[in-house]
């Protein structure tokens, strides 16, 4: 039994620990939010934070979670968080989705990325990229994305 | 994807398609589907009845019948409260169709935007493309192919709202008129749509029904966010993969490593023990290729047990194709003659003034769609049960039908939301269904009794082959100094994507698929000999978003631009002089795109050059003038400006995004390490650390313009693709002073 806290809430799950956090969440969970892409850390979809850091969940074993804070796309999002609703508020405004399955890794990594900056500071053109490298959309929203991050991070001012 | 052609012969082609594989028939599902269907969404009020006699077999009293297509109870459902729900009769996997569909419907109906729903449909005939007669998210139709259709359905609902008023008041319907959501009399008096459907649906369905004038538009037109805009920013947004059933079980697939082969042996001992592993199944695959089904608790089981597989393959029986090998053996197959789909005199070319030689090579490539492919399927005695991301419904429940030994009316597609598709969605096999239902026959045989879900690794995906065909291109042209073209000599080899598909019959003619053709010559007034060859390979291929176009608007667009370079002409100006007073649509797409860029008007950053290419695809003209440079000797792109041409264009942001995101896909084939390839059979390339698509840090500024028009809206899917790599590589061209003939452009 390995002791998880996910979005504030704990829950003992028994699986192997060397179990990726996003089959957990996905298949014994149902919190489908987080999506799996590449499952090997190269596409971004499957992106969480831990302990308010971004990572992929596909490579990220439940053993290296215990006693972390783990927040997913749905927590994010959910209004409790700043930055994450300014965020998702930006992407809806943006109209950034095409099919949409990447945002949740978008929006998780641009969450992160948003946070991390000092306080009342602007990201500039190519903070926003390098940020966003590790985030693959193959419909090419990627126009929108750098919008919809510039915007959030106006409005967070 | 298909261009014009009689497609009234298309559903019986698709039969004889399914014929091939068992003998059944696709047919309409029973009627009470819909019922069904709606009685589980909570808007069970507000069904509005099939036309009576569309359903009945009683000629005596028929008079004429609605086709399914024409029904609006498998389209429309308003609840008390309002709300509108619109079903969608296509697959939607990003291009906004979810979001236009119900926009033209709305329009007619006159209803609220924003009580206006969307869901996805099944494989019921309702839910045919209305021209095709056939189940199909392709070939940027939708729009095109249902605009009138949704308009229609829109116009009988608001006309049988519009009659239940007038019963209700007793006044005549002509004194009424409707308003956002609303049916209001002359005295003020007005009643929701809501407060009246249920009367409605008692009512007939009209078969003439008067539509608006196109300037009283307005939602059609308006730039307007996407229904699934708040989902899709939130992860609430359910797609195939999401689709979870009480008990439902995993499985993932060991593949071959070569196409079509089989297993020579199999020791699944370690499989079989690990944890939550519950089966482990041979299982007949895709192209008579034999695999093992690992089936869990959930993926990640399945795939520790996949790995514990101990499996060897039998090859012997099957090519093994090399890509190195390959290119020399087309080139070798480009010398021979060959079926010509043009034939012009060549007679002009040895004693042009100028002459230009060219080879052009393109890759496989994989659709490489960021949600994996999958199914769900639900087995019980007489019925299977669906849920996928399909592009063709109605063939994916045929040939579920066929695997499962049912009746197709014993087969229901529930088509889920999709991450991406590209066309992967739409295999000329249904290999994705004709698997995931193999392997769920097998578990349920071997005592199984759960849903399984049929999932595929990145690496399945990427190695599964059907991929837009690897092409060699050959020209030879003759020109003078003006830039007249004498004679153009061109030949391509690849291979047939149509040939063995439900399109063959109307689409590969006298051994020439028009898939592989599409977007050559036209529309310029070319003297043009095309020869064509079809090589067969142990490669699967398919459609890719903008299939031919891929290719062809590449090879044309750069040869243009080649040779109004050799003749000191503007690209531009040379475009518009062959263009001549026709293909206004062009002009007015490239002209826009021209004015909006400031090309010929502004001058350009030091070390940066413009590029310019347009084409027609799908019916739709996309131009795009370009700025890009070379860094590092690496070939930028940093600006995008398009003129875009599709009629009216139903939600403008929508197009919008659909020309940001197929020009960025087009950027993807021009950036190293865009490209399948195989080596002794294999495929090399398994992940996005191996195969290149765009990230932000490649992707240009972009500034989307649209030629105003009040025509009947033509699709957007697609067009925007072809047009970006011609018009990157003609500012390549111009930095360098060498051609670029190569696909994934390679400066060395």
């Avoid at chain 1, 979670?65 to 508020?89: F, H, P």
């Avoid at chain 2, 939602?219 to 979870?244: H, M």
């Avoid at chain 2, 269904?433 to 399945?460: F, H, Y």
């Amino acid at each position: 039994m390995i002791t998880l806290n996910i979005n504030g809430n704990q829950h003992e799950v028994d699986a192997d620990p060397e179990t990726p956090i996003l089959w957990v969440l996905r298949d014994t969970l149902g919190m489908t939010g987080t999506k799996f892409g590449c499952g090997a850390a190269l596409c971004g979809a499957c992106t969480i934070h831990l302990d308010g850091e971004a990572v992929r969940s596909c490579s990220t074993p439940l053993s290296a979670a215990e006693g972390l804070n783990i927040t997913t796309i749905e927590k994010a999002t959910d209004g409790s968080d700043r930055v994450g609703a300014a965020v998702s508020a930006a992407w809806v405004k943006h109209d950034v989705a095409q099919c949409g399955y990447c945002q949740s890794g978008q929006i998780m990594s641009a969450t992160a990325f948003l946070a991390s900056l000092p306080s009342g500071s602007q990201p500039t053109a190519s903070e926003i990229d390098t940020a966003m490298e590790g985030n693959i959309c193959r419909c090419g929203t990627y126009t929108r994305i750098r919008a919809a991050i510039a915007d959030a991070a106006s409005n967070l001012v | 994807m298909l261009p014009n052609m009689d497609y009234s012969e298309l559903p019986r082609a698709l039969q004889h398609m399914l014929e091939r594989g068992r003998s059944t028939s696709v047919q309409a599902l029973p009627r009470r589907s819909f019922l069904k269907l709606t009685g589980t969404l909570g808007l069970a009020v507000g069904i509005f009845p099939h036309l009576a006699a569309a359903q009945s077999t009683d000629a005596g009293e028929a008079p004429i019948a609605l086709k399914p297509t024409e029904q609006p109870s498998a389209f429309v459902q308003i609840a008390p409260n309002g709300e509108v729900m619109v079903t969608i009769n296509r697959l939607e996997f990003g291009q906004g169709v979810q979001t236009a569909l119900p926009m033209i419907l709305a329009e007619e109906l006159d209803a609220d935007w924003n009580l206006v729903r969307s869901q996805l449909g099944t494989n019921d005939m309702a839910y045919v493309d209305p021209l095709f007669g056939m189940h199909l998210t392709g070939g940027s139709n939708t729009i095109k192919n249902s605009f009138t259709q949704y308009r229609e359905l829109g116009a009988r609902v608001r006309a049988m709202l519009l009659a239940a008023a007038a019963d209700r008041w007793n006044v005549d319907v002509s004194a009424l008129r409707t308003e956002a959501g609303v049916v209001l009399a002359p005295d003020g008096r007005k009643l929701g749509y809501g407060e009246l459907s249920e009367a409605a649906m008692a009512l007939p369905v009209p078969q003439k029904i008067a539509l608006k004038d196109p300037k009283d538009f307005r939602i059609i037109g308006q730039p307007t966010q996407r229904l699934d805009a708040q989902a899709k920013s939130s992860g609430q947004q359910s797609f195939g993969i999401d689709f979870k059933l009480p008990g439902q079980l995993t499985a993932v697939v060991a593949r071959p490593p070569v196409f079509g082969a089989k297993i020579a042996s199999l020791d699944d001992s370690a499989a079989r023990s690990v944890k939550g592993v519950k089966a482990v199944l041979r299982v007949p695959l895709d192209r008579g290729a034999e695999g093992v089904a690992v089936v869990a608790d959930g993926y990640w089981q399945a795939s520790q047990g996949r790995n514990a597989l101990k499996v060897e393959w039998d090859t012997s029986a099957v090519e093994k194709v090399d890509s190195e090998k390959q290119l020399a053996q087309f080139r070798e197959i480009a010398n021979r003659p060959g079926p010509r789909q043009f034939d012009a005199d060549m007679a002009p070319l040895e004693a042009a003034p100028l002459s230009l030689e060219a080879e052009f090579v393109f890759p496989y490539l994989a659709h490489a769609a960021m949600e994996p492919l999958n199914c769900t399927v639900r087995l019980s005695d007489d019925r299977a049960e669906i849920w996928m991301g399909s592009q063709s419904a109605g063939l994916d429940a045929g040939v579920a039908a066929n695997v499962l030994g049912l009746k197709p009316e014993q087969v229901v597609v529930n088509v889920q939301t999709s991450g991406g598709g590209f066309g992967r969605r739409f295999s000329s096999s249904s290999d994705t269904a004709m698997e995931a239902c193999q392997i769920a026959k097998a578990a349920r045989a071997a005592g199984l009794n759960a849903p399984v879900r049929t999932l595929w690794s990145r690496e399945d995906d990427m190695r599964g082959g059907y991929y837009r065909p690897t092409h060699l291109h050959r020209a030879r042209i003759g020109f003078d100094k003006e830039g007249n073209v004498l004679a153009w000599d061109h030949t391509i080899v690849g291979q047939s994507i149509l040939t063995g598909t439900v399109f063959e019959k109307f689409q590969v003619k006298d051994g020439i698929d028009a898939a592989t053709t599409e977007g050559m010559r036209s529309p310029y007034p070319l003297p043009m000999r095309l020869t064509v060859h079809h090589p067969v390979a142990n490669v699967p291929v398919l459609w890719w978003r903008s299939v031919g176009s891929t290719h062809t608007a590449f090879v044309m667009e750069t040869l243009l631009d080649d040779i109004a370079r050799a003749t000191d002409q503007d690209p531009v100006a040379y475009r518009m002089k062959m263009f001549g007073n026709e293909h206004p649509r062009h002009r007015d797409a490239l002209q826009l795109a021209v004015d909006k860029s400031g090309y010929g008007s502004r001058a350009l950053a030091e070390g940066r050059a413009w590029g310019v290419a347009v084409h027609e695809s799908f019916s739709s003209v996309v131009a795009y003038v370009v700025e890009a440079s070379v860094v590092d000797g690496q070939p930028k792109l940093h600006r995008v400006t398009a003129g875009v041409h599709c009629n009216l264009a139903v939600n403008p942001r929508t197009v919008e995004a659909q020309v940001q995101g197929a020009a960025i896909m087009g950027l993807s084939t021009c950036l190293a390490g865009s490209e399948i390839t195989l080596k002794d059979g294999v495929v090399e390339q398994g992940n996005f650390s191996e195969f290149t698509v765009a990230r932000i840090t490649d992707v240009p500024e972009f500034d989307v313009n649209i030629v105003p028009s009040a025509d009947a809206p033509t699709g957007m899917g697609e067009p925007g693709l072809p047009p970006l790599a011609p018009a990157f590589a003609n500012a390549i061209s111009r930095l360098t002073g060498k051609p670029v003939r190569q696909m994934p452009f390679n400066l060395a």
